[in-house]
């Protein structure tokens, strides 16, 4: 049998109206490094260059509805952000233009969405390796 090919999770790519606006946004929200930026698609990194975000343009781009309702554009996926302060981490993402979701259904995770619409959540791990 032949062997499987190897694969590697580069990035996940987020589609916004300003591929741009929105890295901006994620590279100060998470203090990482630029790595690709072209007209319409930018890169960005952790410090060791392990994990990504891809950021592209999409002029037909429409927000993402969280939670889903019908005939209306459901979000598709979110991303899970471990911070070590939550109350600090989400008052820094408001400062950096984040808004607050209106549906809030953990205690100990705050759901946000970024500048373009995308929810994310930031939680504090706990429990074991926590």
Do not use: N
């Not at 952790?46 to 950021?55: C, E, Q, R």
């Amino acid at each position: 049998m032949k062997p499987a090919p190897r694969f590697t999770l580069a990035a996940t790519t987020l589609d916004a109206p300003d591929a741009h606006e929105l890295a901006r946004f994620y590279q100060a929200l998470l203090g990482w490094r630029l790595r690709t930026e072209e007209p319409g698609w930018v890169e960005i990194a952790s410090a060791d260059g392990t994990t990504g975000l891809s950021f592209q343009t999409e002029p037909l781009f429409a927000r993402p509805q969280w939670p889903s309702r019908r005939s209306e554009q459901q979000m598709m996926m979110h991303l899970d952000i471990e911070v070590d302060d939550l109350p600090s981490a989400v008052e820094h993402a408001l400062e950096l233009g984040a808004t607050v979701a209106d549906v809030q259904p953990q205690t100990d995770v705050r759901v946000l969405h970024d500048p373009a619409g995308h929810p994310f959540c930031l939680f504090v791990r706990s429990g074991p390796g926590g």
